[in-house]
């Protein structure tokens, strides 16, 4: 089987999965690990389906100051070392986000704070939905414009 993105990404979020839940407390560099993790797996998902990339969710947009243990540093490396083969096995936006995600990855293995999400990064992740919305309200308008005029269309036997 060849290595793939979309192969390994629900891998990725079940290791998040396992950060999160790892101890109590649920604001920790470990549990942001873990989101991050887990929105890795949905960008997969998501490009497996063909769909648009997710928006990054405000918790990891946030950024962290805490650190990640010694022990846990092993599994951020292989995660961060599945994501730099991925973010050149896809294009566009997911290859934005995901050379991101891989910095955020690398900054809490090396212990230094990681920063809010830039404004251009978040960017990345809604233009493509954001540009969608126009479009149906004036779809929408055309149906309701059709409705009505069959409404006061009377109807023949």
Do not use: C, W
């Not at 390994?8 to 079940?14: E, K, S």
């Not at 951020?76 to 936006?93: D, E, M, N, P």
């Not at 990681?114 to 919305?133: A, C, Y």
Request: hydrophobic share 45%; proline share 6%; glycine share 10%.
């Amino acid at each position: 089987m060849a290595f793939g993105f979309q192969s390994i990404a629900p891998y990725l979020g079940a290791v998040g999965n396992e950060l999160v839940n790892l101890d109590e407390d649920i604001e920790g560099a470990d549990d942001y690990a873990g989101q991050v993790l887990i929105y890795v797996a949905e960008v997969g998902a998501a490009i497996q389906a063909g769909e648009d990339i997710p928006e990054i969710p405000e918790l990891i947009s946030k950024g962290v100051t805490g650190k990640i243990n010694t022990g846990l540093k092993a599994t951020l490396r292989i995660a961060s070392a599945a994501l730099t083969i991925a973010q050149f096995q896809v294009s566009g936006k997911a290859a934005t986000v995901l050379k991101y995600l891989n910095q955020v990855l690398r900054a809490l293995i090396a212990g230094r704070p990681v920063p809010p999400t830039p404004v251009g990064i978040l960017g990345v992740s809604k233009t493509h939905s954001v540009g969608l919305i126009p479009a149906l309200e004036s779809r929408l308008t055309q149906i309701e414009s059709q409705i009505s005029s069959l409404q006061k269309t009377p109807a023949t036997p």
